[in-house]
């Protein structure tokens, strides 16, 4: 009779505590998304499937990406903006950076305010909860005004909080153009169905586009199985992943978590770089774009 009592106690503080923390959660049926320097009047909602939405330009945008000899690419996971210091950080590395993807960004952190000026950002912050009205999610931003942006969500399937992704794709020279993919992937499945399910979304994205691709983020890739999973759909699509030097990449179970996967990507230099401003230390991507000849 007190074991049973016990328990009982023990479930009733149980779920005290999860009302407690879920009551100032929110999450939304469909992902809210806010547009950074974009003028939405210009874009064209297109459902991909049930899970993605994507956005296209009216007019195309005349302006290609800058020609440069070389371009970076920062992959960091914000951890929320819960470790101080992450505004001097994103400024400092913004100041060298090309495309940013951002994972676990919040609204109330305002992290554009917190970008390198003068130059403009352009760009999308897509979440699919708010935990005490501070929605959080993926942000990819870029100097250049994307032709199209879309955005994909999977539910976690014990928490039920979904995961999320996001594309862009950027008008190259010619009828060229760069597809560039954030994700954040389920985290709390054993067996990775929902975690397949999303990356399948965003490769659908893959094997419709011709030219250059950078596929990065949060893979949360802690078991072989979801790594075999990663590495056969990169394979499949011609996709190589790039190597880290030096390797600080956050880990769990002896595996990384952050990934960056590039085609018709020439890599020039890939580092990490040791960071108490987040729970993850951010990956520096610099690349050139091959040209068609390259690919001959």
Known sequence: MKKSRFFLLVLVII?????????????????????????????????????????????????????????QLLVWNLHKGQDPGWQEAIQQYSERADFLLLQEATEQNQIPHFLSAPTTWHGVQAGTFAYHGDMSGVMLL?????????????????????????????????????????????????????????????????????????LGGDFNSWSDKRLDLIQTLARQYALNEVRFEPDLRLTFMDNPLDHVFVRDIEVLKAWTEPSDSSDHNPLFVEFELKTISDNK
């Open 15 to 71: 779920m005290g505590l999860g009302y407690h923390f879920l009551r100032p959660l929110t999450i939304f049926s469909q992902p809210k998304i806010t547009t950074i320097n974009l003028d939405t009047d210009n874009y064209q909602q297109t459902a991909l499937s049930n899970n993605t939405v994507c956005f296209r330009q009216h007019v195309a945008t005349r302006e290609n990406l800058a020609e440069k000899a070389r371009y």
């Open 142 to 214: 870029s100097h250049q005004l994307p032709q199209q942006y879309c955005v994909g969500s999977e539910n976690e399937p014990w928490i039920r909080i979904p995961k999320i992704a996001q594309a862009a794709v950027y008008p190259l020279s010619g009828d060229r153009t760069l597809l560039v993919i954030n994700l954040h992937l389920v985290n709390f499945e054993w067996n990775p169905e929902n975690y397949h399910n999303q990356l399948r979304e965003m490769f659908h994205l893959v094997s419709q586009h011709q030219g250059p691709i950078i």
